[in-house]
């Protein structure tokens, strides 16, 4: 069965940052596409961008541009996202996010992680 | 970057009902990468359809989707609304830099 897991909730201070782990199970890891989607509380979806690990590709969307770094360790099947220089408005829940592993599937997101809460506090 | 704007901003029906949410792209979307997803509080997003009106793995023929010609407006149709479905909706473009609409939420009227 695939799935991401993702790693736990974290609480951190202004101007800090945060690692949050995705480790995928089942399937290729050369197959997986990890997208990183924020959801502030009360709020809507934010894609902040994606790794291609088989292609060792990154993606930033401009909001998240030289404040985020995607990485992937093919040897534990884990992704990581890493937000520096937090801010208030960082509080949120962070989700890894995969297409389908089939070669026939497009790029929307069918596999999601269960969500990481992050808090910004001082 | 495209924006997605999704209408009504809230619904309020009864199960067995018939829900109609509506996605317009600020462009038009490429090849027709426009997938919708349901959230329930406290979850993950779950997808429902992709490519405008391709039911995604186990999701049942109640939900269906749809898209104009021009790559612009796309239509999220339940047919009849079961306790589950009473959520929130996204629509979401990914035939570029992606994007997601604001939501739509569907409560208990």
């Known amino acids: 069965q695939v799935q991401l897991v993702q790693s736990g909730a974290e609480v951190k201070k202004p101007g800090s940052s945060v690692r949050v782990s995705c480790k995928a199970s089942?399937?290729?890891?050369?197959?997986?596409?990890f997208n990183w989607v924020r959801q502030a509380p009360g709020q809507g979806l934010e894609w902040m961008g994606r790794?291609?690990?088989?292609?060792?590709?990154?993606s930033y969307a401009q909001d998240f541009q030289g404040r985020v770094i995607f990485s992937a360790d093919e040897s534990t099947m884990t992704a990581y996202m890493e937000l520096s220089r937090l801010r208030f408005e960082d509080t949120a829940v962070y989700y890894c996010?995969?297409?389908?592993?089939?070669?026939?599937?497009?790029?929307?997101?069918?596999?999601w992680g269960q969500g990481t809460f992050v808090t910004v506090s001082s | 970057d495209i924006v997605l704007t999704q209408s009504p901003g809230s619904l309020s029906l009864s199960p067995g009902d018939r829900a109609t949410l509506s996605c317009r792209a600020s462009?038009?979307?490429?090849?027709?990468?426009l997938a919708w997803y349901r959230q329930k509080p406290g979850q993950a997003p779950r997808l429902l359809i992709s490519?405008?009106?391709?039911?995604a793995t186990g999701i049942p023929d109640r939900f269906s989707g749809s898209g104009s010609g021009s790559g612009t407006d796309f239509t999220l149709t339940i047919s009849r609304l079961e306790p589950e479905d009473f959520a929130v909706y996204y629509c979401?473009?990914?035939?570029?830099?992606?994007?997601f609409g604001q939501g739509t939420k569907v409560e208990v009227k």
């Open positions: 996010a995969s297409p389908n592993l089939l070669p026939s599937a497009d790029d929307s997101f069918e596999i």
């Open positions: 089942g399937g290729t890891f050369s197959t997986y596409t």
């Open positions: 790794i291609i690990p088989v292609y060792d590709t990154t």
């Open positions: 462009q038009s979307v490429k090849s027709n990468y």
């Open positions: 490519g405008a009106s391709s039911r």
């Open positions: 979401h473009q990914y035939g570029s830099s992606p994007t």
